[in-house]
T-cell receptor, first 116, second 111 residues
């Protein structure tokens, strides 16, 4: 069975600090996808990134970066120079590679509070 | 270009009643999935529709059913509502197995 663990329930930082959100996953599949979503108070899940299990290259997008390590089954997310607008709940998710669409298995989420 | 739209935004129902939630996918998307998110938890997969058929299903009872229409829009029906069905119901759309985009959700409260 697939499982995603986000051990950090809540993180508080001061603006401009860097913050890393941890994600550890379990799967028996050799091919899978990993995702990060952001959920602001409005409730909508905002897609941030999808990573294929074959691609272990780290990725950077502006202030966001992701570190994928298959050896430790981790897919961590770092926000550099955090801003108040980054305050939200962040979810890591995992899915098999399916023909029709991704069936996402989510972690419990990490609440990020960025204070000014 | 409209994203994923869901209606209604909020809903209050009584135990035992039935409810129908609606979802219109993002333009160009043909696959719709539904998720239930209880307060303080991550979303849980309910089921997924493609070409008007249920393709995958999560661990939810038969009280949860759905439908997809020829225009790709979808409905989620829940019968015999329980207090535990109170949650945010999220619809996600994608084009086959590309990344999923989510709507704002429907907040269902069962009293």
């Amino acid at each position: 069975a697939q499982k995603v663990t986000q051990a950090q329930t809540e993180i508080s930082v001061v603006e401009k600090e860097d913050v890393t959100l941890d994600c550890v996953y379990e799967t028996r599949d050799t091919t899978y996808y990993l995702f990060w979503y952001k959920q602001p108070p409005s409730g909508e899940l905002v897609f941030l990134i999808r990573r294929n299990s074959f691609d272990e290259q780290n990725e950077i997008s502006g202030r966001y970066s992701w570190n994928f390590q298959k050896s430790t089954s981790s897919f961590n997310f770092t926000i550099t120079a955090s801003q108040v607008v980054d305050s939200a709940v962040y979810f890591c998710a995992l899915s098999e590679v399916e023909e029709y669409g991704n069936k996402l298995v989510f972690g419990a989420g990490t609440i990020l509070r960025v204070k000014s | 270009d409209a994203g994923v739209t869901q209606s209604p935004t909020h809903l209050i129902k009584t135990r035992g009643q039935q409810v129908t939630l609606r979802c219109s996918p993002k333009s160009g998307h043909d696959t719709v999935s539904w998720y239930q998110q209880a307060l303080g938890q991550g979303p849980q997969f309910i089921f997924q529709y493609y070409e008007e058929e249920e393709r995958q299903r999560g661990n939810f009872p038969d009280r949860f059913s759905g439908h997809q229409f020829p225009n790709y829009s979808s409905e989620l029906n829940v019968n015999a509502l329980l207090l535990g069905d109170s949650a945010l119901y999220l619809c996600a759309s994608s084009r086959r197995s590309t990344e999923a985009f989510f709507g704002h959700g429907t907040r269902l409260t069962v009293v």
